[in-house]
């Protein structure tokens, strides 16, 4: 990789992290509105904040070690260091991806349970999969095809995640509609991210294409920047104390009735 889209991509990769904290802390502060959220919808929003605190948290620590790695350089020890790192990060942020999706998915379970354990739960699980993340990955020293193929069939077990999700959320009114919205884009994005793994793949085989990292940062950016948009949007409304139902809920009472 050449110098200038080293350049690229670490930029690139510095506004997802940027963008992705910015989620974090908008979807935190729908979580905490005192009013313009049900109970659940409220269970679903910390779900979204401690997840995406985390990745944030992983992108950071990821991002730095590879501005260190590109300026130590390929043959220098800080660089094979950082290659375990990002298999390590890699492998993390999946887990927690797909956990999100899933835990979407289990909100009618969760209705019953007082929000600081919910806060505590989620914040535990995240925990609970950085040590995983830790011992799976330390093992790699780079990426591989192999982690490829995992990043794929994560990315497929998330993608079922949030399909469910919205399915669940679509009939039992747990997802607000900025938030069901929200992941239907995020949902394609997921989508693209299986195809792509899968091509990236040919970066092992001698004069085979594979898809270019850059393409698939700005795409992620983009979502990103999409979704965050709707969390802005919902907090705007949860201030004044409008509600906004599931996307199917009758339309009723002091309820934002649609996207505006």
């Avoid at 354990?117 to 011992?135: F, M, T």
């Avoid at 669940?168 to 693209?192: K, M």
């Avoid at 085979?208 to 990292?213: C, K, T, V």
Wanted: aromatic residues 10%; proline residues 3%.
């Amino acid at each position: 990789m050449s110098s200038r889209a080293a350049v690229l991509t670490l930029t690139l990769q510095w506004l997802i992290v940027v963008v992705t904290l910015g989620q974090a802390v908008a979807a935190l502060r729908v979580a905490r509105c005192r009013g313009g959220l049900s109970r659940v919808h409220r269970m679903a929003w910390i779900l979204v904040t401690v997840a995406f605190f985390g990745r944030a948290g992983l992108g950071i620590v990821m991002n730095v070690g590879a501005v260190w790695a590109f300026t130590a350089g390929q043959e220098s020890e800080v660089f094979a260091m950082f290659e375990r790192v990002r298999a390590i990060g890699n492998l993390t942020n999946a887990l927690i991806a797909v956990s999100m999706g899933w835990g979407l998915v289990a909100l009618p379970f969760l209705r019953g349970q007082p929000i600081p354990r919910v806060w505590q739960g989620c914040i535990l699980a995240v925990l609970i999969l950085l040590g995983i993340g830790v011992g799976v990955g330390w093992d790699e020293k780079g990426i591989s095809p192999r982690d490829l193929t995992s990043l794929a069939v994560l990315s497929a077990a998330e993608l079922i995640g949030f399909l469910v999700a919205m399915l669940v959320g679509l009939y039992l009114h747990t997802l607000d509609r900025y938030l069901w919205t929200g992941l239907c884009v995020y949902a394609a994005h997921v989508a693209l991210n299986v195809v792509w793994y899968s091509g990236m793949t040919g970066f092992f085989v001698p004069n085979a294409w594979y898809p270019s990292p850059r393409v698939m940062l700005s795409y992620a950016l983009v979502t990103y920047t999409v979704v965050i948009g709707l969390t802005l949007r919902r907090l705007a409304l949860a201030q004044q104390g409008i509600r906004s139902g599931g996307l199917l809920e009758a339309r009723g009472e002091r309820r934002h009735p649609a996207l505006r």
